[in-house]
């Protein structure tokens, strides 16, 4: 940990104003408010008002006002991506306290949370770039008009974000959303609303017009469905669970609503017999345990060429064993809290569910017995095997510090296992060989590969899954169009009148 970052992690919680945002003001909350943790300790932060449903409503009147106002739709390009630029700005000056909020919030390491918070700033940057380059397209024409496509704002834009890494998420949405020219409503997860809350105030501060952005905490059970059934909402994009993710699409299709989902995920990393082993077993243990496993794209199935398996695995358990966890304010700690007890408690039963179907525990398989940690929601990285692919526990996603590990004996069997499954977001490979990497990457069925890397991101490459892991993609040039209407123009070019009329 850096010299900053210690300094950081010194540093005491600050409540959030227990205030959202609506359209440009700051109301308390008339709803029931959620009691948030600290997921280190199980103590209360702080107590945060939920919106209710005439909040959404409000909101969405509001939005769609200010979306249509010529002062914002009327902006040229560059006049748009100022804001953005502002936006950005705003969230690298105030980067420490975010992510020590966040950090609080969610468990995560403040190395971890500041790279977060980082991203998210970069995100605004990213799209003002975007937005700024972006051209529209002059077709060929196949006939006497001129034939062109613009894109257009839908107006009022719903984004639904996960607890696990709220200010990169809400940035993911938010700025290619107000680039495109629309107004966005936040609901943030309901275990963590702190940082999303914090942002609303740093966005609202730089001038952004009202009524383009209300933060709405609450239930998804309330505020999510209201803002997913509202007539006046044009666009939804969500990033959670399948099975929310499968409800939020019936509903979507009921209104004839395109919708972004990035859903679930049971991602495989593959270590083939030539793989670098050092390489290898850093990067297996950082896809599946940073973030405590809490990561759609974590690479839970482990499968291991048999001939180096035995091998391969006594090192990968022992670094395991060897990871450092605790609070992730200390300096040096590796893995956190889960998010919340709760969690914790459903990660502890799949373990529990892996003993009853015959899988080994090689390492991990319960709490810390480290009396400091007690009070918290904390679960040893877990190394499981003895396991068939078809497992529940290989099959389904478990969201925490869980491993997974199976041998596989050739190519085919490697392929078969790896896309046995009903989830597609991600995969990692490692290997020497990169003509075989390619060919693996092209015959795995995901959405994003890693090669002798793993859980890399970056704001200008599109992300999405295929399967149940979502629909459509974010990020990357593209990550305008998703929030935009496609209009076609045709100018006629022919000084004769259409004959079909003539007599």
């Excluded at 950090?103 to 977060?116: I, P, R, W």
């Excluded at 969500?238 to 939020?248: A, I, N, Q, V, Y």
């Excluded at 209104?255 to 270590?271: A, F, N, Q, R, Y």
């Excluded at 291991?304 to 300096?331: S, W």
Aim: hydrophobic content about 40%.
């Amino acid at each position: 940990m850096t010299g900053a970052s210690k300094a950081l992690a010194d540093k005491v919680f600050e409540p959030v104003p227990d205030e959202f945002l609506l359209a440009g003001n700051w109301k308390h909350g008339a709803g029931p408010a959620t009691s948030v943790i600290d997921p280190s300790t199980g103590s209360e932060l702080q107590r945060v008002g939920h919106a209710d449903v005439a909040d959404v409503d409000a909101a969405v009147s509001a939005g769609a006002a200010a979306a249509a106002d010529p002062a914002w739709r009327g902006l040229l390009p560059h006049q748009r991506a100022a804001y953005l630029h502002r936006i950005g700005a705003a969230i690298e000056g105030a980067a420490p306290r975010l992510a020590l909020l966040q950090s609080y919030n969610t468990g995560k390491t403040v190395t971890e949370t500041g790279a977060l918070v980082a991203s998210a700033a970069n995100t605004f940057r990213y799209f003002a770039a975007v937005l700024e380059t972006s051209d529209e397209e002059l077709t060929t024409p196949r006939g006497p008009y001129l034939t062109m496509s613009v894109h257009e704002p839908i107006g009022v834009v719903g984004a639904i974000t996960p607890w696990n890494s709220p200010i990169a998420s809400d940035a993911q949405k938010i700025a290619p959303a107000l680039a495109a020219g629309n107004a966005v409503i936040l609901k943030p997860a309901e275990w963590t609303p702190l940082v999303s809350l914090a942002l609303a105030r740093i966005i609202d501060e730089t001038g952004l017009p009202p009524g383009l952005l209300s933060v709405l905490p609450g239930r998804g059970s309330v505020i999510g469905d209201a803002i997913v059934g509202h007539p006046g909402v044009g666009k939804v994009s969500f990033t959670g669970g399948t099975t929310t993710g499968r409800t939020l699409a019936h509903a979507a299709a009921e209104k004839l609503m395109p919708v972004s989902l990035e859903l679930g995920g049971k991602s495989p990393t593959i270590v083939l017999a030539d793989a670098d082993v050092e390489q290898a077993v850093n990067g297996v243990l950082y896809g599946i345990f940073s973030s405590s496993g809490q990561s759609c794209i974590a690479g839970s199935r482990l499968f291991v060429d048999a001939a180096v398996y035995d091998e391969f695995m006594e090192r990968l358990v022992a670094k395991t064993q060897a990871l450092r966890i605790g609070p992730g304010r200390e300096p040096g700690v590796q893995v956190g809290p889960l998010v919340h007890h709760r969690h914790r408690d459903s990660v502890a039963r799949y373990v529990d569910l892996a003993r009853s179907e015959g899988g080994r525990i090689r390492c991990g398989g319960t709490v810390p017995d480290d009396p400091r940690l007690a009070d918290g929601a904390y679960y040893l990285p877990t190394v499981i095997d003895g396991l068939s692919n078809d497992a529940r526990v290989c099959q389904e996603e478990i969201f925490g510090p869980v491993l997974v590990a199976l041998p596989f004996h050739s190519e085919a069997d490697l392929i078969a296992q790896a896309n046995d499954t009903v989830y597609g977001l991600a995969a990692g490979i490692w290997t020497r060989d990169y003509r075989r990497a390619w060919r693996l990457a092209r015959a795995l069925h995901t959405g994003t590969v890693w090669i002798n890397t793993y859980k890399q991101f970056s704001i200008s490459t599109p992300f999405g899954g295929v399967k149940q892991s979502g629909l459509a993609t974010e990020k990357g040039r593209t990550g305008i169009r998703a929030y935009s209407r496609q209009k076609s123009i045709y100018l006629g070019m022919d000084d004769a009148p259409i004959a079909w009329a003539e007599n």
